[in-house]
């Protein structure tokens, strides 16, 4: 089964940064949509960021102008750099690929999760 590897997060003051990484195969890098949800305690899974193998981008209205979602084509490996952090910004953020064939099936993968939070 391929996997979704995340990296990053953990304990980071307000206004500062912190980047994640999610690794994947190449064959699910190269045509799949790449990026991060999030999901605080009490609340709703919520979009952080996607970005396509084209490198079309889509970020949730709470982060856009802080948050960067890149590729590295070459690790098969999307980033995500989060700057001017918020205690609301406090979640498990999960890696996520999808995909939809010709036939309209849809393929939805998640990471483990890793922790974020926002605090002093």
């Known amino acids: 089964q391929e996997q979704l590897v995340e990296s990053g997060g953990g304990l980071v003051q307000p206004g500062g940064s912190l980047g994640l990484s999610c690794g994947a195969s190449?064959?699910?890098?190269?045509?799949?949509?790449m990026g991060w949800y999030r999901q605080a305690p009490g609340k709703q899974r919520e979009l952080v960021a996607l970005i396509s193998s084209g490198n079309v981008t889509n970020y949730g209205d709470s982060v856009k102008g802080r948050f960067t979602i890149s590729r590295d084509n070459a690790k098969n490996t999307v980033h995500l750099q989060m700057n001017r952090l918020e205690p609301a910004d406090t979640a498990v953020y999960y890696c996520?690929?999808?995909?939809?064939?010709?036939?309209?099936?849809?393929?939805?993968?998640w990471g483990q999760g890793t922790q974020v939070t926002v605090s002093s």
């Open positions: 996520t690929a999808r995909h939809t064939d010709v036939w309209g099936e849809q393929d939805v993968r």
């Open positions: 190449e064959r699910i890098f190269s045509i799949y949509v």
